[in-house]
């Protein structure tokens, strides 16, 4: 006569490999979700550090812009100042008048004749 042992806390209800098959698949599960999480917090960082870096070069381009101004202003003032001699104040001051406003009207012509292009490229 055997005496089969009775349910101790050694001898679950269900045998050991679905045990361990959900103990699998809840660790996988797990993981997944951990490098998930890791993986948003990495694109955060990298989205942080593309923000930066395009805030950066928006800083430093707009100072850029504002020196490139400002010599712009300084050149043209200079300009005056070296035609004056030759052409009196207002006749210098007219010199670079129009020919500042003859480089604007050609910038311009430019501007719209590459929007027109954009334009008939766009068109079905």
Not at 19 to 28: M, N, P, Q, Y
Not at 40 to 46: D, G, I
Not at 59 to 87: D, E, K, R, Y
Not at 112 to 119: E, F
């Amino acid at each position: 006569m055997t005496q089969e042992p009775g349910e101790t806390v050694e001898t679950p209800q269900t045998d050991g490999r679905d045990e361990s098959v959900r103990d699998s698949i809840a660790r996988l599960y797990a993981d997944g979700r951990a490098y998930a999480e890791a993986e948003v917090e990495r694109q955060k960082l990298r989205a942080g550090l593309a923000a930066a870096g395009v805030r950066d070069a928006a800083i430093l381009g707009g100072l850029a812009l504002m020196l490139l101004f400002g010599v712009i202003v300084a050149g043209l003032v200079g300009l005056i100042f070296g035609l004056a001699p030759m052409l009196g104040p207002l006749g210098a001051t007219g010199a670079v008048l129009g020919g500042t406003l003859l480089v604007v009207l050609l910038l311009l012509l430019l501007a719209k004749a590459r929007i027109g292009r954009m334009k008939r490229a766009m068109k079905p």
